[in-house]
């Protein structure tokens, strides 16, 4: 699901490009470029923790964390995840539906 925004962030980041809506002389695009950039940064981290999490919980890598420490990696991975989605809630309308 996650991987399906990124890519669809290249394709739509391409296409603007190519027809000529680049952020500097247009004050909404300078801001939908920002904010979906800021986004995509937090996707892809939130991807690389949720990653690692995964890893260390099926893997020998699990070895060196007890079970609290584990737990609360992945609870604090979860709250990062959804601070993120809650984000893209609140620049979807802003971004999409308000142009």
Request: a positive charge; one cysteine or more.
């Amino acid at each position: 699901m996650r991987l399906g925004f990124v890519v669809n962030k290249y394709a739509e980041y391409s296409a603007l490009v190519r027809d000529g809506w680049l952020p500097t002389p247009h004050a909404f695009y300078t801001y939908y470029y920002v904010l979906t950039a800021i986004h995509l940064t937090h996707v892809l981290a939130g991807m690389c923790v949720v990653l690692y999490l995964w890893r260390v919980s099926t893997t020998s890598l699990a070895q060196p964390f007890d079970r609290v420490r584990l737990v609360r990696g992945v609870e604090n991975g979860a709250s990062f995840w959804h601070v993120v989605d809650l984000l893209w809630i609140v620049l979807f309308p802003l971004l999409y539906l308000v142009r």
